[in-house]
C-alpha cells in the first residue's frame, strides 16, 4: 500500500480569526467510559468523544462484557451483568488510557485477558502497569519484556491494600489503580514512590470524577491517595469540550496576529487545557470571557517564554511550535516523560523544527526554542497526532508546509483538517 500524500498545511498571510467549538474531552470521555462500566446501573454519556481513543476504550469495554448503546449525541453504558471466564485479546492502539486503565480493570475479571497496540505502543512505557497488578496479586506474562503485549490473569476479584508505585513516566499508572480501588476488596492505599509525578490535573480529574459518583477519596498527604472499598454509582454526564485540542486553534490565532473563539470553554473544568488561559498570557496574548465562550486574542507581539510544563505535558508540542514562531527564545522544562508519549516527543519536536530551518535544541527535561527565519518541508508526524497540531501552527507562518500523515489526528480529534480546510475558506 502506498502512504497517502502529505496534507498541505493550511497557511495565513493576514491574521487567523475564528470561531470553533472542539469535540470531547479525550481524558474525560474514556474515564467516563471506565466509571460507567463500573457503576451500579447504567449511565447516559451526552457529546462522548467519538475518536480513535474512545472507539478503543469503548471496544475494550465492551469486549470485557459492558454493553455500550450509541447514537448520534450520547452513549448509554450499561455495566456487565456477570464476570467474564471467557480469555479476550484487547487492542489498546496508541492510547495512553486504554494500555494503562484498562489493565486494571480486566484483574477484577475472571479470565485471562491479553494486551497489545500499535508498533509504537509495544515501547511506551509499561512496566509500572505490569509491576502494579504483580503487586496485586495477579499472575502477568509479559515474556520478561515489562511492556506490551502481555496478559493479565484474573481470577476474580482483588484484595487490594496497601501498594507502592513509582508513577514518574505517567500519571496514568495512579489514575488506573484510583478508578478500579473503590471495587477492591479492601479498597486502595496507595502511595508514589518516584522522584517527580507528572500531569498531576489529571489526577486531580480522576478523583473529581470518582467522588462525583459517591467514591470516598483521602487525598490530604501529598503523593497518597486512600481509597475507600464501595460502590460506583451509575451518573448521566455531559462531556466538556477538550481544551487541550482547542489549543492548536488557541495557537493559530496568536502566531497569526489574530484571534478565536472558543465556544462553550467550562468555567469550572480539571481538564489540564485550561492552562490556556495562563499560557496564552505568557506569549503576551490576552482572554476574554463573553458568555459560555472564551476569547483568544494575539498581543503586539509574540513573546518567548519560561514555561515549566510539568502538569500540562501534552501541551507541549503546540507550545514548541508557538515558540519556534516567536519574537524571542523559549525554554520549556519539566517534560521529560514525554520521551514516553505517542512518540519521543522532545526528539520529535527538535528534529521537525531543525528541518524547518528552525533552532530547538532538547535538554534533559525539556527544550530551548531559539526563533530562525522557517522554510517549507514536509513535516513528519510520527503516528503522533499533537505533532500534527504543531504542523498546522507552524504551516499557518511557513507556505508550503506539508504535513505527513494528518490522519494521525484520528486519535482524539477526527474531523480535524477538515474543519481546518473550512476555516481557511471563512473570512477574513
Ligand atoms: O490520564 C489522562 O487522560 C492523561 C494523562 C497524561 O498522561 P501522562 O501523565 O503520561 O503525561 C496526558 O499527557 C495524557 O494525554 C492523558
Ligand atoms: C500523551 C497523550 O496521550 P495518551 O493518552 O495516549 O498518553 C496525548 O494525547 O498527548
Known amino acids: 500500500m502506498t502512504a497517502p500524500l502529505p496534507w498541505p498545511a493550511p497557511h495565513r498571510d493576514t491574521p487567523f480569526v475564528g470561531d470553533v467549538m472542539v469535540p470531547g474531552s479525550k481524558s474525560l470521555t474514556n474515564r467516563v467510559l471506565i466509571l460507567a462500566a463500573l457503576g451500579d446501573g447504567p449511565s447516559v454519556i451526552t457529546r462522548p468523544l467519538a475518536s480513535r481513543d474512545t472507539d478503543l476504550m469503548a471496544a475494550a469495554l465492551t469486549a470485557l462484557g459492558a454493553t455500550i448503546e450509541r447514537d448520534a449525541t450520547t452513549w448509554t453504558v450499561t455495566p456487565p451483568a456477570a464476570v467474564r471466564t471467557d480469555a479476550v485479546t484487547i487492542d489498546c492502539g496508541l492510547a495512553g488510557t486504554v494500555m494503562r486503565f484498562v489493565p486494571l480493570l480486566a484483574a477484577l475479571g475472571g479470565a485471562p485477558v491479553t494486551f497489545d497496540g500499535d508498533e509504537h505502543a509495544r515501547v511506551r512505557p509499561m512496566a509500572t502497569t505490569i509491576a502494579t497488578l504483580r503487586s496485586l496479586g495477579l499472575q502477568v506474562d509479559d515474556e520478561g519484556r515489562g511492556s506490551l503485549p502481555f496478559t493479565v490473569h484474573a ?76 460502590t460506583i454509582r451509575a451518573l448521566d454526564v455531559e462531556i466538556e469540550p477538550d481544551l487541550s485540542n482547542a489549543g492548536v486553534f488557541i495557537a493559530g490565532a496568536l502566531v497569526t496576529g489574530g ?170
Open 259 to 428: 484571534s478565536v473563539r472558543v465556544r462553550s470553554w467550562p468555567r469550572h473544568t480539571d481538564q489540564a487545557g485550561d492552562a490556556w488561559r495562563t499560557i496564552v498570557p505568557a506569549f503576551g496574548g490576552t482572554v476574554a470571557e463573553d458568555g459560555a465562550d472564551l476569547l483568544f486574542s494575539a498581543g503586539e507581539s509574540l513573546t518567548g517564554v519560561e514555561l515549566d510544563l510539568h502538569d500540562v505535558g501534552e501541551l507541549t508540542p503546540v507550545i514548541a511550535a508557538m515558540a519556534a514562531l516567536a519574537d524571542g527564545p523559549s525554554r520549556l522544562s519539566g517534560v521529560a516523560h514525554l520521551r514516553g508519549h505517542e512518540t519521543d516527543r522532545l526528539a520529535a519536536l527538535v528534529t521537525e523544527i531543525n528541518r524547518l530551518g528552525g533552532d530547538a535544541e532538547e535538554l534533559e527535561d525539556g527544550l530551548l526554542v531559539r526563533p530562525r527565519p522557517l522554510h517549507a518541508e514536509t513535516f513528519r508526524t510520527y503516528d503522533d497526532h499533537r505533532m500534527a497540531h504543531a504542523a498546522v501552527v507552524l504551516g499557518l507562518r511557513v507556505p508550503g508546509l506539508l504535513v505527513e500523515n494528518v490522519d494521525t489526528t484520528i486519535k482524539t480529534y477526527p474531523d480535524f483538517a477538515p474543519v481546518w480546510e473550512r476555516l481557511m475558506t471563512q473570512a477574513p
Open 155 to 230: 481470577t476474580g476479584g482483588v484484595t487490594g491494600g496497601e501498594i507502592r508505585i513509582d508513577a514518574s513516566a505517567s500519571s496514568q499508572f495512579v489514575s488506573a489503580l484510583l478508578l478500579v480501588g473503590a471495587r477492591f476488596e479492601k479498597g486502595l492505599d496507595l502511595r508514589h514512590t518516584g522522584s517527580s509525578l507528572p500531569s498531576m490535573p489529571h489526577i486531580d480529574m480522576t478523583v473529581a470524577e470518582l467522588r462525583r459518583r459517591g467514591v470516598r477519596i483521602d487525598t490530604d498527604e501529598p503523593g497518597r491517595w486512600i481509597v475507600h472499598p464501595g
